[in-house]
Protein backbone atom coordinates (compact mmCIF):
# COMPACT_ATOMS: atom_id res chain seq x y z
CA UNK A 1 0.00 0.00 0.00
CA UNK A 2 1.07 3.19 -0.83
CA UNK A 3 2.15 5.95 1.84
CA UNK A 4 -0.30 8.92 1.63
CA UNK A 5 1.26 11.97 2.60
CA UNK A 6 -1.06 13.90 3.87
CA UNK A 7 -0.13 15.91 7.30
CA UNK A 8 2.65 14.12 7.22
CA UNK A 9 5.98 16.60 7.18
CA UNK A 10 8.81 14.00 5.62
CA UNK A 11 9.27 10.18 4.74
CA UNK A 12 13.12 9.54 5.57
CA UNK A 13 14.46 7.20 2.48
CA UNK A 14 16.98 4.74 3.34
CA UNK A 15 16.71 5.41 6.82
CA UNK A 16 18.40 2.16 8.30
CA UNK A 17 20.74 1.96 5.51
CA UNK A 18 21.68 5.74 5.88
CA UNK A 19 21.73 5.67 9.98
CA UNK A 20 23.93 1.90 10.11
CA UNK A 21 26.25 3.56 7.40
CA UNK A 22 27.12 6.36 10.13
CA UNK A 23 28.55 3.75 12.22
CA UNK A 24 27.40 5.91 15.41
CA UNK A 25 29.37 5.89 18.39
CA UNK A 26 26.93 6.28 21.25
CA UNK A 27 29.02 9.27 22.46
CA UNK A 28 29.91 10.72 19.68
CA UNK A 29 28.76 13.82 17.93
CA UNK A 30 26.58 13.82 15.05
CA UNK A 31 25.28 16.38 12.06
CA UNK A 32 21.85 16.21 10.34
CA UNK A 33 22.96 18.65 7.83
CA UNK A 34 18.95 18.38 6.15
CA UNK A 35 16.64 18.32 9.54
CA UNK A 36 13.25 18.74 8.25
CA UNK A 37 10.73 16.33 9.75
CA UNK A 38 13.41 15.16 11.83
CA UNK A 39 13.39 11.21 10.98
CA UNK A 40 16.89 10.85 10.01
CA UNK A 41 17.62 12.63 13.71
CA UNK A 42 15.44 10.78 15.92
CA UNK A 43 16.97 7.06 14.86
CA UNK A 44 20.32 8.97 15.68
CA UNK A 45 19.51 10.08 18.80
CA UNK A 46 18.13 6.56 19.64
CA UNK A 47 21.53 5.51 19.18
CA UNK A 48 23.33 8.34 21.68
CA UNK A 49 24.05 7.67 24.90
CA UNK A 50 23.92 10.52 27.75
CA UNK A 51 27.46 12.31 26.47
CA UNK A 52 26.17 12.05 22.59
CA UNK A 53 25.20 15.35 20.27
CA UNK A 54 23.11 15.71 17.73
CA UNK A 55 23.07 19.03 15.42
CA UNK A 56 20.38 19.75 13.11
CA UNK A 57 20.60 21.86 10.12
CA UNK A 58 17.31 23.12 8.78
CA UNK A 59 17.29 26.63 6.31
CA UNK A 60 13.24 25.82 6.69
CA UNK A 61 11.73 28.06 9.51
CA UNK A 62 9.29 25.35 9.23
CA UNK A 63 11.34 22.71 10.26
CA UNK A 64 11.64 24.01 13.70
CA UNK A 65 8.32 23.06 14.79
CA UNK A 66 9.96 19.59 14.21
CA UNK A 67 12.96 19.84 16.93
CA UNK A 68 13.73 17.12 19.19
CA UNK A 69 12.88 18.23 22.63
CA UNK A 70 16.71 16.96 24.20
CA UNK A 71 19.27 18.10 25.47
CA UNK A 72 21.45 16.67 23.41
CA UNK A 73 19.59 17.77 20.62
CA UNK A 74 20.15 21.59 18.90
CA UNK A 75 18.61 22.92 16.21
CA UNK A 76 20.21 25.11 13.74
CA UNK A 77 18.59 26.99 11.70
CA UNK A 78 20.67 27.54 8.51
CA UNK A 79 21.40 26.71 5.23
CA UNK A 80 24.33 23.31 5.96
CA UNK A 81 26.85 25.19 3.92
CA UNK A 82 27.71 27.44 7.00
CA UNK A 83 27.88 23.98 8.88
CA UNK A 84 31.58 25.12 10.34
CA UNK A 85 30.75 28.37 11.51
CA UNK A 86 27.81 27.29 13.71
CA UNK A 87 29.35 24.07 14.69
CA UNK A 88 32.17 26.53 16.22
CA UNK A 89 29.67 28.75 17.44
CA UNK A 90 28.75 26.14 19.62
CA UNK A 91 32.21 24.83 20.70
CA UNK A 92 32.66 22.00 18.05
CA UNK A 93 35.70 21.46 16.02
CA UNK A 94 35.68 17.98 14.78
CA UNK A 95 32.58 15.01 14.66
CA UNK A 96 31.59 11.65 14.01
CA UNK A 97 29.55 11.73 11.50
CA UNK A 98 27.71 13.99 8.91
CA UNK A 99 24.32 12.60 6.89
CA UNK A 100 22.53 14.96 4.49
CA UNK A 101 19.27 13.66 2.46
CA UNK A 102 19.46 16.16 -0.37
CA UNK A 103 15.59 15.30 -1.39
CA UNK A 104 12.84 18.13 -0.70
CA UNK A 105 10.11 16.97 2.36
CA UNK A 106 6.69 16.14 1.48
CA UNK A 107 5.72 18.98 3.55
CA UNK A 108 7.31 21.63 0.68
CA UNK A 109 5.28 19.67 -2.41
CA UNK A 110 1.83 19.19 -0.33
CA UNK A 111 1.93 23.06 1.08
CA UNK A 112 0.03 24.65 -1.27
CA UNK A 113 1.31 27.73 -0.82
CA UNK A 114 4.70 27.03 -0.72
CA UNK A 115 4.72 26.68 -4.76
CA UNK A 116 6.80 23.80 -5.27
CA UNK A 117 4.49 21.57 -6.56
CA UNK A 118 2.70 21.94 -10.12
CA UNK A 119 0.00 19.77 -8.97
CA UNK A 120 -1.75 22.78 -7.09
CA UNK A 121 -2.56 26.41 -8.17
CA UNK A 122 -0.21 28.43 -5.96
CA UNK A 123 2.15 31.53 -5.88
CA UNK A 124 5.07 30.92 -7.81
CA UNK A 125 7.62 30.64 -4.75
CA UNK A 126 9.67 27.70 -3.85
CA UNK A 127 11.98 29.41 -1.39
CA UNK A 128 13.59 27.26 0.99
CA UNK A 129 14.12 30.07 2.83
CA UNK A 130 11.00 32.34 3.77
CA UNK A 131 13.41 34.88 4.31
CA UNK A 132 14.86 34.65 0.88
CA UNK A 133 14.61 37.59 -1.49
CA UNK A 134 14.07 35.68 -4.68
CA UNK A 135 11.10 33.87 -5.54
CA UNK A 136 10.85 31.63 -8.67
CA UNK A 137 8.11 34.14 -10.60
CA UNK A 138 10.93 37.00 -9.45
CA UNK A 139 13.37 34.71 -11.48
CA UNK A 140 11.10 33.35 -14.55
CA UNK A 141 10.20 36.66 -15.28
CA UNK A 142 12.85 38.55 -15.02
CA UNK A 143 16.01 36.31 -16.09
CA UNK A 144 17.85 36.41 -19.52
CA UNK A 145 16.96 33.83 -21.65
CA UNK A 146 20.83 32.88 -21.67
CA UNK A 147 20.59 31.72 -17.61
CA UNK A 148 16.63 30.26 -18.07
CA UNK A 149 18.79 27.68 -21.05
CA UNK A 150 21.50 27.29 -18.15
CA UNK A 151 19.04 26.98 -15.65
CA UNK A 152 16.63 23.82 -17.09
CA UNK A 153 19.83 22.48 -18.61
CA UNK A 154 22.14 21.80 -15.70
CA UNK A 155 18.81 20.97 -13.51
CA UNK A 156 16.80 19.17 -15.80
CA UNK A 157 17.26 15.92 -18.19
CA UNK A 158 14.86 17.40 -20.71
CA UNK A 159 15.36 17.45 -24.18
CA UNK A 160 13.11 20.22 -25.80
CA UNK A 161 14.89 22.92 -23.07
CA UNK A 162 15.34 25.82 -25.44
CA UNK A 163 11.41 25.30 -26.85
CA UNK A 164 10.67 25.47 -23.05
CA UNK A 165 12.91 28.64 -22.78
CA UNK A 166 11.44 29.92 -25.75
CA UNK A 167 7.64 29.53 -24.80
CA UNK A 168 8.12 30.96 -21.57
CA UNK A 169 9.46 34.16 -22.87
CA UNK A 170 7.14 34.77 -25.10
CA UNK A 171 4.58 33.70 -22.40
CA UNK A 172 6.14 36.19 -20.00
CA UNK A 173 6.29 39.25 -22.75
CA UNK A 174 2.08 39.19 -22.74
CA UNK A 175 1.63 38.95 -19.10
CA UNK A 176 3.46 37.79 -15.97
CA UNK A 177 3.85 33.86 -15.37
CA UNK A 178 3.11 34.18 -11.68
CA UNK A 179 1.64 31.18 -10.37
CA UNK A 180 2.15 27.17 -10.61
CA UNK A 181 -0.54 27.24 -12.79
CA UNK A 182 0.81 29.88 -15.06
CA UNK A 183 3.82 27.81 -15.53
CA UNK A 184 2.00 24.71 -15.93
CA UNK A 185 -0.24 26.40 -19.22
CA UNK A 186 2.87 27.40 -20.77
CA UNK A 187 4.95 24.43 -20.61
CA UNK A 188 2.13 21.55 -20.69
CA UNK A 189 1.69 21.90 -24.65
CA UNK A 190 5.63 20.84 -25.39
CA UNK A 191 5.64 18.12 -23.18
CA UNK A 192 5.06 14.60 -24.14
CA UNK A 193 1.55 13.57 -22.70
CA UNK A 194 3.12 9.84 -21.74
CA UNK A 195 5.69 11.54 -19.59
CA UNK A 196 4.09 14.99 -18.84
CA UNK A 197 4.27 14.27 -14.91
CA UNK A 198 7.90 13.53 -14.67
CA UNK A 199 8.74 15.92 -17.16
CA UNK A 200 7.11 18.65 -15.53
CA UNK A 201 8.66 17.82 -11.70
CA UNK A 202 11.75 18.08 -13.73
CA UNK A 203 10.84 21.84 -15.18
CA UNK A 204 10.03 22.54 -11.12
CA UNK A 205 13.09 21.25 -10.10
CA UNK A 206 15.60 23.02 -12.09
CA UNK A 207 13.69 26.16 -11.52
CA UNK A 208 13.97 24.53 -7.95
CA UNK A 209 17.83 24.08 -7.31
CA UNK A 210 18.39 27.67 -9.05
CA UNK A 211 16.09 29.72 -6.94
CA UNK A 212 18.05 28.25 -3.59
CA UNK A 213 21.30 28.00 -4.78
CA UNK A 214 21.49 23.91 -4.49
CA UNK A 215 24.58 23.66 -6.17
CA UNK A 216 26.55 26.10 -5.09
CA UNK A 217 25.70 25.29 -1.78
CA UNK A 218 25.76 21.60 -2.24
CA UNK A 219 29.40 22.23 -3.41
CA UNK A 220 30.67 24.35 -0.43
CA UNK A 221 29.03 21.61 2.39
CA UNK A 222 30.86 18.70 0.90
CA UNK A 223 33.94 21.24 0.95
CA UNK A 224 33.60 21.68 4.39
CA UNK A 225 33.22 18.10 5.43
CA UNK A 226 36.84 16.92 5.35
CA UNK A 227 37.32 20.10 7.38
CA UNK A 228 34.99 19.26 10.29
CA UNK A 229 34.95 15.36 9.85
CA UNK A 230 37.39 13.25 12.59
CA UNK A 231 40.01 11.07 10.89
CA UNK A 232 37.48 7.65 10.93
CA UNK A 233 34.70 9.64 10.52
CA UNK A 234 31.45 8.74 7.95
CA UNK A 235 29.76 10.96 5.71
CA UNK A 236 26.63 9.55 4.24
CA UNK A 237 24.97 11.53 1.79
CA UNK A 238 21.24 10.61 -0.44
CA UNK A 239 20.97 12.23 -3.79
CA UNK A 240 18.00 12.29 -6.19
CA UNK A 241 19.24 13.15 -9.77
CA UNK A 242 22.80 13.17 -11.60
CA UNK A 243 24.37 16.36 -10.83
CA UNK A 244 24.18 15.86 -7.14
CA UNK A 245 25.05 12.69 -7.30
CA UNK A 246 28.01 13.44 -9.45
CA UNK A 247 29.31 15.91 -6.83
CA UNK A 248 29.10 13.53 -3.77
CA UNK A 249 30.57 10.72 -5.97
CA UNK A 250 33.70 13.05 -7.29
CA UNK A 251 34.37 13.96 -3.42
CA UNK A 252 34.42 10.52 -2.42
CA UNK A 253 36.22 9.07 -4.72
CA UNK A 254 39.28 12.04 -5.78
CA UNK A 255 38.62 14.28 -2.42
CA UNK A 256 37.26 17.29 -4.24
CA UNK A 257 33.89 17.91 -6.17
CA UNK A 258 35.23 18.65 -9.15
CA UNK A 259 36.79 15.06 -9.88
CA UNK A 260 40.10 15.32 -10.55
CA UNK A 261 42.65 13.35 -8.67
CA UNK A 262 45.44 15.18 -7.44
CA UNK A 263 48.79 14.71 -6.47
CA UNK A 264 51.16 16.21 -3.63
CA UNK A 265 54.82 17.21 -4.74
CA UNK A 266 55.95 13.43 -4.04
CA UNK A 267 53.22 12.18 -6.70
CA UNK A 268 51.50 10.44 -3.84
CA UNK A 269 47.81 10.58 -5.22
CA UNK A 270 45.29 12.49 -2.60
CA UNK A 271 43.86 9.37 -0.26
CA UNK A 272 41.36 11.76 1.79
CA UNK A 273 38.29 9.20 1.32
CA UNK A 274 37.77 5.73 1.99
CA UNK A 275 34.43 4.34 0.26
CA UNK A 276 32.20 2.04 2.58
CA UNK A 277 29.83 1.89 -0.94
CA UNK A 278 31.73 1.31 -3.83
CA UNK A 279 27.64 1.31 -5.63
CA UNK A 280 25.79 3.80 -4.07
CA UNK A 281 22.87 1.48 -2.15
CA UNK A 282 19.20 2.63 -3.42
CA UNK A 283 15.73 1.44 -1.78
CA UNK A 284 14.57 -1.71 -2.07
CA UNK A 285 11.01 -2.66 -4.02
CA UNK A 286 8.99 -3.11 -0.71
CA UNK A 287 10.27 0.85 0.42
CA UNK A 288 9.79 1.76 -3.16
CA UNK A 289 5.90 0.89 -2.43
CA UNK A 290 5.93 2.25 0.89
CA UNK A 291 7.19 5.50 -0.30
CA UNK A 292 7.50 6.16 -4.08
CA UNK A 293 8.60 8.90 -3.37
CA UNK A 294 12.12 7.26 -2.50
CA UNK A 295 12.62 5.81 -5.83
CA UNK A 296 15.07 7.94 -6.84
CA UNK A 297 17.31 8.20 -4.37
CA UNK A 298 21.06 6.85 -3.83
CA UNK A 299 23.09 6.36 -0.71
CA UNK A 300 27.09 7.14 -1.17
CA UNK A 301 28.86 6.55 1.94
CA UNK A 302 32.69 7.04 2.65
CA UNK A 303 35.04 7.32 5.31
CA UNK A 304 37.11 10.53 6.29
CA UNK A 305 41.18 9.32 6.61
Known amino acids: MNVQNNNIYHIPALLEDS ?150 VKARDSKPIATTTDLVEVVSPLLNPRNEKKDMAQVFQALRMTINGEIHALVEFLNNCSKILKPGGRLAIITYHSREDRLVKNLMKTGNTDGIQTQDFFGRVDKSWKLITRSPITPSPEEIERNPRSRSAKLRVAEFL
Open 19 to 168: ICALDIKPGGIYVDATFGGGGHSRAIMERLDSEGRLFGFDQDLDALANALPDPRFTFVRSNFRYMPNFLRYYGVDKVDGILADLGVSFHHFDEADRGFSFRMDAPLDMRMNQKGNLTAAAYINEASEEDLLFTFRSGSDLDNVKRIVNAI
